[in-house]
């Protein structure tokens, strides 16, 4: 059974970048048949994909985050990460990591529980 | 974008009843590319539906899913208490792939 989990500061500046970890357990980053990703979801609000990756390395960003994000795979120690620059307050979030099957954009079959990051000014 | 619009905002049903929630999508999503997601307070979301019919691993058949090209519903057939919470359904089909705002299924 995979399991991801986050990994984080919970408090980042105005203006800075918000880096993530996820870790994988229970399975290979390498599988040929899943994709990873980040999906985030602002309080009291609904869902919003971030941006996918194949464990080739191979990239697909939300064209609304493009110019901030940054993400990047680990298959050495099975982790993924991702870099979110000049955040604001629109970034405070839960964001989840995810696993997606099937194509590179869902259905997600697994969720981590997510991190809460809140931005300050 | 595909702009996915569910309706109602808020479903008041009781315990054994049937549930009907709506996904109406801005355009056609050709591939049947749609999910049905379950979110609980301070959970993450739940993979319910894929392939707008689909039920995934381990999720109870009084969950299904139907639709095609702009209109999709996911139903559940007699309503047990765990099953109040947040849906949401998510379009997989164009990039950027895009979540409804959700329906809270709330007890009467």
């Known amino acids: 059974q995979v399991q991801l989990q986050e990994s984080g500061p919970g408090l980042v500046k105005s203006s800075e970048t918000l880096s993530l970890m996820c870790s994988v357990s229970?399975?290979?980053?390498?599988?040929?048949?899943?994709?990873w990703g980040w999906i985030r979801q602002p309080p009291g609000k609904g869902l919003e994909w971030i941006v996918t990756i194949y464990y080739s390395g191979s990239t697909y960003y939300n064209p609304s985050l493009r110019s901030r994000v940054t993400i990047s795979v680990d298959t050495s120690n099975n982790q993924v990460s991702l870099n979110l620059r000049s955040a604001t307050a629109a970034d405070t979030a839960v964001y989840y990591c995810?696993?997606?099957?099937?194509?590179?954009?869902?259905?997600?079959?697994?969720w981590g529980p997510g991190t809460t990051v809140t931005v300050s000014s | 974008e595909i702009v996915l619009t569910q309706s109602p905002g808020t479903l008041s049903l009781s315990s054994g009843e049937r549930a009907t929630l709506s996904c109406r999508a801005s355009q056609s999503i050709d591939r049947s590319y749609l999910a049905w997601y379950q979110q609980k307070p301070g959970q993450a979301p739940r993979l319910l539906i894929y392939?707008?019919?689909s039920r995934a691993t381990g999720i109870p058949d009084r969950f299904s899913g139907s639709g095609s090209g702009t209109d999709f519903t996911l139903t559940i057939s007699r309503l047990e208490p765990e099953d109040f919470a947040v849906y949401y359904c998510?379009?997989?089909?164009?990039?950027?792939?895009?979540f409804g705002q959700g329906t809270k299924l709330e007890i009467k």
């Open positions: 998510h379009q997989y089909d164009t990039s950027p792939v895009t």
């Open positions: 229970g399975g290979s980053i390498k599988s040929i048949s899943h994709y």
């Open positions: 995810v696993r997606l099957s099937t194509t590179i954009f869902g259905p997600v079959d697994v």
């Open positions: 392939g707008a019919s």
